[in-house]
């Protein structure tokens, strides 16, 4: 299964309300004597201070998905400068083995806006999955989140875009369709537990979010479908995020090994005339973000 590896650099930081003081410095994972682990682990950097609640809320974050996926990325070179994919990014150099996220926290666009977003900053040259990303939440929302109950939410489905849910990793698959008024994903497994859990549907299988006229290019899946499963592009109070069987098949069309009994229960309901439905009250569409495009990073040995 993965393995989630949190590093807290403890350098000398200064807290604003107002701003984001980054730490910056060399890393401290090392690859053991005996050669890289045989499944992925994702290393998690704090570039902010959160209190220890906020840690745990990563870390369950991470052990969802840890316990959901596995896979081998391999060896990876990183030599960047400071600042190269988002500001305040550390200067990297060093031998990393599997994804590395940064977390920090730093104003979007004030409250009740933008809760988070996420850049993805390198990807693998083998299969255009995500190597480094980091992930940004809100400061002005981060309270609220945490009363509200919804940071679990909203951080795992940061991390979902930051282990490959993005365009960037399925179009050059060929696994996406349609235009604006119906885009799609087309992905064998996740169709396959598409067909599952919302046998109702008629439409063009597995729905993307039609409603922000990105087309295929919208990495959530549709909320007038999904409702409140995790890769959709909303959420609010009361709804429960679940990681379904679907977003799982996704994760296996990309190339991860899934394990689908680690998914929430979750069925797919119609957005119409039952009464069923929560309006969202909060966005994460939009979130994914490109300050500069991806770098393309080769395995040094290949798995």
Known sequence: MLHAVTTIKHLPLVWLLTSVCVACGAADSTLGPSGPPPHLTIDVRYLSPLTAEQRGVVAAAADRWTRAL????GNF???????TCFP?????????HNPLIFISVGEIDGAFGSLALSRICAVSGRDTLPI???IQLDQDDVYSMEVQGILLGVITHEMGHALGFTPGTYTPRN???GGTADPYFSGSAARAQFALHGAWYTGATVPLENRNGNGPNDPHWRYEVFRDELMVGEIAVGLRS??????LGYFKDLGYEVDFSVADSYEVTPLFGDGNRVPPGLTLANDLRTTVPPAVVAP????
């Open 70 to 73: 596995s896979k081998d990325f």
């Open 132 to 134: 480094i990303s980091q």
């Open 242 to 247: 679940p990681l379904s069987s679907i977003t």
């Open 300 to 303: 040094i040995i290949s798995r």
């Open 77 to 83: 070179r990183f030599d960047y400068a400071a600042n």
């Open 88 to 96: 305040g990014a550390p200067q990297l150099n060093e031998t990393h």
């Open 175 to 177: 696994l996406a369709g």
